[in-house]
């Protein structure tokens, strides 16, 4: 466990109280991080702050400024800018209780880890955390921290508690302006069987270890290579992504291939259909067959 918590408090539910310490249960995942160079001479490009007219300035003249018009700030210095950051208060109370699968998951933000504080919280502590579970429900309270305040959530998890911050209303585009355009025909039964179908195999137990960053990976290989006067070898991959004129597929078919069955049985309602198709294109590429077939050429060929 980090010897440092991100914050220290109490979580307060009406006349309890439980006192608890948060940490990250996140961190940021390896990145590669590229700094411009100028070649001819291998040395790095540095970077000044300049005022255009007046040229380079010093750092101790630079102030934070508000656009409120083109060209026109407001200015704002570092003690006015703390003056109005919340003082970070040392108890989040649980105002609200939700089902679990209420809020939407687009909202949820940032994880941290809850646990109690010392042995005496630690009753307390699995009532709530147990409740919570039992109940199926998400508490929610408003946190403030470094000088922000956050919508927050506790849920049971494990042995422990998570506390999630939650993106205000404000903050999430409305999910209409995207999906307006889309219909809202019922999909065909025996087409949305067998997709059930492919979900169903190739579900299993979530294991985060089995993804990584392939882009990374390949850009460290790239890295080591060229430390060693090598060149990394970027071979083409056979076959190619479908554009969009490629994409007219037989759905039913391709389904079924993905689960293994049979491509060209076609099933009693839906695959009739589906599979109704292919002679008409059969018969519209018959004309050109038979005229290769009238040149004597072609023909012994």
């Not at 109370?93 to 042995?119: G, H, N, R, W």
């Not at 689960?259 to 109704?276: D, E, F, H, V």
Request: glycine share 8%; with cysteine.
């Amino acid at each position: 466990m980090p010897a440092r918590p991100y914050w220290r408090g109490q979580i307060r539910l009406a006349l309890v109280s439980i006192p608890v310490e948060i940490y990250s249960a996140t961190k940021s995942g390896a990145t590669i991080a590229f700094n411009q160079i100028h070649e001819p001479s291998g040395k790095r490009i540095k970077y000044e702050k300049i005022v255009p007219g007046i040229g380079p300035v010093n750092v101790d003249d630079i102030v934070k400024g508000y656009e409120y018009a083109k060209g026109e700030y407001v200015l704002l210095d570092e003690e006015e800018i703390e003056g109005v950051k919340l003082e970070s208060k040392k108890t989040l109370e649980l105002t609200q209780f939700v089902d679990s699968d209420e809020i939407d998951m687009i909202y949820f933000e940032k994880p941290y880890y809850v646990v109690p504080a010392d042995d005496l919280a630690e009753e307390a502590f699995v009532v709530l955390r147990e409740a919570l579970r039992r109940s199926r429900k998400i508490g929610l309270g408003q946190l403030a921290m470094r000088g922000r305040e956050y919508v927050v959530s506790i849920k049971a998890c494990g042995r422990g508690m998570v506390m999630e911050t939650l993106r205000y209303a404000d903050e999430v585009n409305k999910a209409a302006s995207y999906f307006r355009d889309i219909g809202d025909a019922e999909p065909d039964e025996d087409l949305l069987d067998l997709a059930t179908t492919l979900i169903d195999k190739k579900s299993g137990k979530f294991d985060a270890s089995e993804f990584h960053d392939r882009y990374i990976d390949a850009l460290k290989e790239l890295i080591e290579r060229k430390k060693k006067g090598k060149t990394l070898n970027i071979e083409a991959e056979e076959g190619r992504a479908p554009s969009r004129g490629d994409n007219v597929i037989d759905l039913m078919a391709a389904l079924k291939r993905s689960i293994g069955g049979s491509a060209g049985g076609a099933s009693k309602s839906g695959g009739g259909r589906s599979t109704a198709k292919a002679p008409a294109k059969t018969a519209a590429k018959r004309p050109p067959a038979r005229k290769a077939a009238k040149t004597p050429a072609r023909k012994t060929a």
